[in-house]
Structures are given as structure tokens and as C-alpha cells.
């Protein structure tokens, strides 16, 4: 190629390095204006209850102290976000938790489940103030960020009736929401706890029933026969939702009483001492004590519906739930001051009749007549109701169920909208289906509980009674997260199927909630769990045990453009300055080279020589530079 073609190539090679430099400098300058930026909102539990300090540890799904919800709110990603709590004197370390990506309007849940120190806990013996700090940072953060707020743990005997506030407490079961909470105070491996099972059971072998039976009598023997004294519960102001104190086991026995509270946690530690599976049962102002028999478990081992029956038999289930003195004692839950009563029953000869009185005879046939005249007018109103009766026993024997089928609805930020059709049993709903209509806030109360408190928006609730349905609608933020490279949506449930554009789950199991009006049905529910349009690979992970799909629009971003003219904007800045440079260093180079030695080439024109004789003739001034040439050229460099 000639030497002017490759300068033409250079040249425009230079010039195109300079024009793009410019361009990728002024695209990383308005892009790292582009800062990311992000709403992080702290939310902390108003008590944390000391003597239940595990439950928050994640021994409880959804218990938690403290969470934050934090949501992008800028137009570029956010890389690398990390959060960390603190708590200090009340937790050994830091907890830190980190996301690798949360793309333009997504938002995440992270939720602090603390380990807090056994000893320190074990130290609270009253209400006792702490403050949780909450630090987060994310690539093109300056410093990391800090929040703070109040925490505040309740004695160690403390303990709350319920998590929600007035206007959504509405029954027995909400007033009691932090029933599970109780069991913390059961301790059967206390040293105090264990020596006196084994005192009044005397190594009684707890594997078969008459055994566990046995047992349970002897510890309820022994436990009247010390005269505990069965002490009032003062009234507590320590929380604005209600609350009480309650003895640990070795408490009730160094103080030789308590309430019924006490005596039934009491009790329950000691039958867990020897191995006997317990239950503590709330009512209406009273809780009191069952225990399990080893021969079967039963589906449903106990229920709080204050029924006063000492002994249950589910349907189906066999009689294996005990509450103890069922052997003639009434108000089993308690031990009164050492007091046994015992019930009128038919083993104790209620009904007898002590006396014969003698009859005489017109008194003994009118009575017989009576007596004849009673039996066929009861035989008659028998033979009319029995029918009824017994349509009425077949449906009690039958199960009411409740279809169910919900609807996860994804979004690319991962946000779900939730779509809940609810299908009732017509007689249940013609029954209570007004309830739901009188009382909405039934249907809601559910999605205010503290657990949930910032996830939920958009809450609709549509009564139907003519079809007998309810279809419960809202948005839930952050249903799904992003791992970097895909999308989850945890559910460690296997799914029944999983079709191109939706997986489906189904399970069957009785509900006893608000939903059914704290009765027990059948729900037969449907889950259905939809992507984003733009997903791709979508299904269902085993290993990562949930719902997993990819957007290629996001990873594009991730590892290309915007993301990384954020992330890596000085890095980007010095290779286009260089670019920039080695442009106009082309250029100038080959404007520099450019410059050589001008040669300029003079003519002299001398007189003509005399033609020689033959010569052709030519013109004269042709013939003078012919001969001129060779010598008259001369060369000048100016």
C-alpha cells in the first residue's frame, strides 16, 4: 500500500479513537452521577421476650427481633448490599447478611434472628432497655450507613398474651397469639425439675400407657400431697397488650405454689422429665395441662375450647390424649392446696337409690300403666326423628371442605401480586357466612400481623355470598430474590407439576383459624406460582429447594453497560483518557513526519549551439534544452 494510503488510515484511525474517548468519557461521567439509591426501613418488635429468647433465632419461621426492608429506588442496580445488626450486651458478634444484586424498584425482606447470650438472658430478671444498630453499605457507597432504635426485652418470667394490637384483637385467639411462647417456660432438664420426677415417679417406666398413665398418677399424688398453695396473679402494666408473670418450674417448687399457669407448666416439665410428651391448653381464664399417650399420636392432640371434658376422643384418632384426674378429680389443670375432689360418676354409684320405698298396689299400676303410655309415645317420636337424627350424624361424620386455590403472580423485580379464591362448603357458609360480610377485618387481620408489617400493599377482600367464596387480593414486596444470576422463590414443598409457565402445588389439611371462623375444615388448596414474562429457565430446584427462573435482560445489565460504567466508572475513565491521548498523539505524530526537505528544481536556458551540418532541423528552443540539459541543470536548496 502506498505510503499516503497508510497515513489516510492512520489519520482516520486517530481521529475515531479521539471521537470515541469523548463520548465513552462523557457516557462515565453522566453515569456515575447515577448513583445508586436505596430506602431502607428498620422495623423492631416491641418486646422481645426474654424467657422465649431462642424463638427468635429462627427456631420459629416467621419470629424475628428486627428487620429492615430495603427497596432500590434509583434508576441503576445496586451491587453488593450488606446489612449488619448489632445489639450490643445482648449478642456475642455481629449478624451480616448480603444480597449481590437488587435491581430498579426491587425491594428485599431481611429479617435479624439473633443469637442472644444464655447467660445474658438468664441475667434479666426485670424490663431492661437495648438498642439494635443496623449498618449498610453497597458498592458506590462513600461510608456505610447507620440506624438506630429502641429495644426492648422483658424479664426473663415475663410473658405477653398476644403480638397484635387492640383493634385487631377480636377473640380468645387473638388475645392469646404468643400462646406457642408459653412452652419456654417448661424446663424438664433443670436440675430441680429432674430430681423430683424422679422422686415421685420412682423410675417408672413411661414406654407403654398403663405406664405413662401410672406415672402421670404418681407425679399428680405427689404433687397434692405437698399442698401447694395455688397463688392470684397480680395485674401487670409492663406491657400495653396485657401480660403476666410466670414461675419457672423450679420457682413453683422453691415457692411451694403458683397459679394455674405455674402448676401446669410445673406439671408438664416433670412428665417431660421421664419422657411423656405434654401439651399446655388455654381457655377463657384458665390454662391447664394434657399429656400423650405413646401408643398412637393423634392428628389433633389438643384444642383450648374450655369444654371442661377430662377425657377426649377425636374421631378416627383413638382415645390417646389425657388430661390428668380424669380418675374422678375435676379441675384437672390445677393443684388446689392439696384438696382431692372427686367427681359423681356412675363407678361411684351416682343415680342408686339408697332406699326401697314399698309400693302398694293401685299405685304400682297406675305407675306401670304410666310407664307403658311413656314407652310407646317415646318409641313413636323416636321412629319420627331418627331420620333426622341420623341425616344429621352422617354430616357431622362428614368433613366440610374449603377449596382453595392461590395465585403467585411474579413481576420482574421480583414482587408478587397474590390472588386468593377461597370456595366454601355451602353449609358451613350459609351457616357463618355473614360473619365475614359484619366483620371484615377478620379477613385482614391476618395481614397486619407484626410478621408481615411493611410486605403487604394493595389489600382487597370481596365477600360472595351467593357463591359462597371469598377472593382475597394484595401485592406482596420481595416474594421472590435475586441471587445474581437468577431468581427464587423459596417453597420447600415438592410442587405436583411443573408446566412452561407455571408451577403448581397441592396439599390437604384441616385449618382452624380465622378463616374458618376458629372451626375446623378441610382445605384442599391449589397453589399456582407464575414468572415474570421475560423469565427464561424457569422451574422448580431441588437443591435450591424452590421456584427458580432467569431474566437475561438483568444479568445483561449485571455484567455489561450501565452496571459497570457505576461500579468500575474510574477504571472506564482512565482507558478513554487513554484512548483520548493516544489520538491526538497519532495525529500529532503524523502531522510531525510530514514535514521533509522541499527540493526546488531551476532551468537556465543557454544560447543554442550552431546545428550540425546534416542534421534534422528541429525548433530552435527544443534543440537548446536537449543540449542544455546534462549541464545547465542546477540544483539549489534553499
Known sequence: MPGSAWRKVIAVTCAALIVGSLVGVGFTLAAGEQLPQVDVK????????????????????????????????????VLDFRVTYEIPGMCDGEMTYGYPLIMPGQSVRDYCRPTFAPDKMAALTSRTDAEITVTYEYEGLEKPKHESEKLVFLGRGDWVWTPYADENVANFYDQNGYAPLLAAFVTPRDDSTEMLAKELTAGTYTGSDDDTM?????????????????????????????????????????????????????????CEAVDIKTYLALCTGHCFFAFELPGERPDHPCRSDGGGARRRRDPGHGDRLRIPGGRGREDPGHVHAGQRTRAVDGRDGAGMVSGRRILRGRFVCRGTALLGGGIVALLLLGAALLPTAVRAAEAERIPMEVHETFTYTFIDTGDAHCEDVLEYDRTFFNRSGFMFEKYPWILSRR??????????????????????TITLTYDRIGRAYNEGDFWIMRRSQKPSFVREDEVVFEQENPVNNEFTLWETLTFKVTT???????????????????????????????????????????????????????????????????????????????????????????????????????????????
Open 528 to 638: 399456582h406460582v407464575k414468572p415474570p414474562p421475560s423469565a427464561t429457565s424457569f422451574g422448580y430446584d431441588r437443591a435450591e429447594k424452590g421456584v427458580t427462573w432467569q431474566t437475561p435482560g438483568q444479568l445483561a445489565t449485571l455484567t455489561g453497560g450501565g452496571s459497570l460504567l457505576v461500579s468500575h466508572g474510574a477504571l472506564f475513565l482512565f482507558i478513554f483518557i487513554v484512548m483520548l491521548l493516544a489520538g491526538v498523539g497519532g495525529l500529532a505524530a503524523l502531522y510531525l513526519t510530514g514535514r521533509r526537505p522541499v527540493v526546488s528544481a531551476v532551468t537556465v536556458t543557454v544560447p543554442a549551439a550552431p546545428p550540425l551540418l546534416g542534421s534534422a532541423r528541429v525548433p530552435g528552443d527544443a534543440q537548446a534544452r536537449v543540449h542544455a540539459q546534462p549541464s545547465a541543470m542546477l540544483r539549489m536548496t534553499r
Open 42 to 77: 428498620l422495623y423492631v418488635r416491641p418486646e422481645i421476650m426474654t424467657a422465649a429468647y431462642k424463638a427468635y433465632s429462627g427456631a420459629y419461621k416467621n419470629w424475628w427481633a428486627a428487620k429492615v426492608i430495603v427497596t432500590n429506588t434509583g434508576s441503576v442496580p
Open 214 to 270: 401410672q406415672a402421670v398418677e404418681q407425679i399428680f399424688d405427689g404433687l397434692t400431697g405437698r399442698d401447694f398453695a395455688y397463688i392470684t396473679e397480680p395485674s401487670t402494666f409492663w406491657s400495653a397488650r396485657g401480660g403476666q408473670q410466670v414461675q419457672y418450674p423450679r420457682e413453683t417448687i422453691e415457692h411451694n405454689g403458683g397459679n394455674c399457669v405455674d402448676l401446669s407448666v410445673l406439671f408438664s416439665a416433670l
Open 447 to 468: 395481614f397486619r400481623d407484626p410478621n408481615l408489617v411493611g410486605e403487604i400493599r394493595n389489600f382487597n377482600a370481596d365477600v360472595d355470598m351467593e357463591k359462597a
